[in-house]
């Protein structure tokens, strides 16, 4: 199926009247788990829905005390991972009171370990792997040792040390792009060096050198710097979740580590080649004093039905200003679908895609004008209107539906347009446009179709 998304004009001829907005995502109030014995620098939960079982389930890292660093200046920790459940992917509690997975995990004990956020993938066949867990185990000298832990559901789990001259920070996220078939893990290029990288793996034996895929720009704040980046497949594309370390400018460290996170939106149409949207928070920081007021750590994404589901962690206070407090909690921000970048019309907008052929019958907007009006028509290769096919034939109001089907009066079909190169022309009068969806391909120059 072809969709066109808005988080840029690849595949728009024009526009006019239509401005660009980033989506807002709203935290669920009633979503917040409170986890007494950690701090949100470490919490990165992962959720997903048992289809199976009509349940959700989430696994989240919590931090207990391991030792005070006297030149970093905070106290480090180990993490052990602890298993939610939930009816409705809102109100959480345990399964267990002991964790899934500790440092005592393991052909060999460690003395601490630091690790996540887990992958849930979707990609794997052999099911005792679908979960993934990339940590760092370090032995009574504080050696580190890089491992990957597997899990079927997240109680019972199996580890392999990962060959290879690699020790990864966390977060360490996984993704599996479609395009090369392979994973991508997302780290740093090293510790004192945090730019984005990608480093390939096709079965966790051997990984491939780091590729470049992110640093802060001039556009930035100076004591800005990409932190991690966490990738998810949607649609066509790939959405990433930049977080952006906001560094304390007193502390004059090689490695500053005091300040507060936040997150913008990125996204690749390959999985390798990631562009921001705007240089600004797609999920600020909450007001003082509440979960998430010093920082927020969204880890997860899930797409339920029309609506879009991110799971963060947060944290009350600034990272490492505040460990005592033992302030993390588990929460979720709720988005419509598609709703990371649209085009908005104040008054009376048009948008007009590149040229596209269908060959199906399916044709769809995502659209949120309740108190507007939509109007719709197709323009033939030579930007004439079709006959039959006009605004006046397609004229609607009130319209809020993420997959509304535009009908004109006279009987015509998209099946009447069917192998024929035409474009699609929309005009909204106090309304948004999220999405087009249908059987059709969208075609560039010499016809060649935008992948």
């Known amino acids: 199926m072809g969709i066109i998304l808005f988080f840029d004009d690849w595949k728009i001829l024009s526009r006019t009247g239509m401005e660009r907005k980033q989506g807002n995502p709203c935290m669920e109030e009633d979503s917040v788990f409170e986890d007494e014995k950690t701090e949100g620098a470490w919490n990165y939960p992962v959720v997903w829905k048992d289809t199976e079982k009509n349940k959700w389930l989430a696994i989240y890292g919590q931090a207990l005390p391991f030792a005070y660093d006297e030149k970093a200046g905070f106290c480090i920790k180990t993490v052990e991972f602890y298993r939610l459940v939930s009816s409705d992917g809102i109100h959480w509690k345990r399964s267990s009171r002991t964790p899934v997975f500790s440092r005592e995990d393991g052909d060999i004990e460690a003395a601490r370990i630091d690790g996540g956020p887990i992958y849930y993938d979707l990609q794997e066949s052999d099911e005792s792997k679908k979960l993934k867990l990339l940590y760092r185990l370090f032995d009574a000298n504080g050696t580190p040792q890089e491992r990957i832990a597997y899990s079927k559901d997240g109680k019972v789990w199996?580890?392999?040390?990962?060959?290879?001259?690699?020790?990864?920070?966390?977060?360490?996220?996984?993704?599996?792009?479609?395009e090369e078939k392979k994973y991508y893990i997302s780290n740093w290029f090293h510790v004192h060096d945090r730019r984005i990288a990608f480093y390939a793996t096709k079965d966790f034996k051997k990984v491939e050198d780091p590729i470049y895929v992110l640093q802060s720009d001039g556009e930035d704040d100076c004591a800005a710097e990409t932190y991690a980046l966490l990738v998810f497949p949607y649609e066509n594309i790939y959405i990433g979740l930049l977080w952006m370390f906001h560094g304390d400018t007193k502390e004059i460290k090689v490695n500053r580590l005091k300040g507060y996170m936040d997150c913008q939106l990125v996204y690749s149409y390959n999985g390798k080649n990631f562009q921001r949207v705007f240089h600004k928070p797609f999920i600020a920081r909450n007001s003082r004093g509440k979960h998430a007021g010093g920082s927020v750590f969204p880890t997860s994404i899930v797409v339920n039905d029309d609506e879009i589901f991110i799971y963060a962690s947060g944290s009350k206070g600034e990272m490492f200003k505040y460990q005592e407090e033992c302030d993390a909690a588990l929460f979720r921000y709720n988005m419509r679908k598609d709703g990371f970048a649209y085009l908005t019309s104040y008054t009376t907008g048009e948008v007009c895609t590149k040229a596209v052929k269908f060959y199906g019958d399916k044709f769809d907007l995502n659209i949120c004008a309740p108190y507007g009006v939509v109007k719709v028509q197709i323009l033939n290769e030579d930007g004439k209107i079709i006959e039959g096919m006009s605004y006046e034939e397609c004229t609607c109001k009130s319209i809020d539906s993420v997959e509304w089907s535009p009908i004109w009066n006279g009987g015509k079909t998209i099946a009447d347009i069917k192998n024929q190169v035409v474009f699609i022309e929309i005009e909204i009068s106090n309304g948004e446009i999220y999405a087009i969806r249908?059987?059709?391909?969208?075609?560039?120059?010499?016809?060649?179709?935008?992948e």
Not at 158 to 166: P, R
Not at 440 to 450: C, P, Q, R, S
């Open 158 to 178: 199996t580890t392999e040390i990962l060959k290879g001259k690699n020790i990864f920070h966390s977060p360490a996220s996984i993704f599996y792009n479609r």
């Open 438 to 450: 249908g059987d059709f391909d969208v075609l560039g120059a010499n016809y060649i179709k935008l």
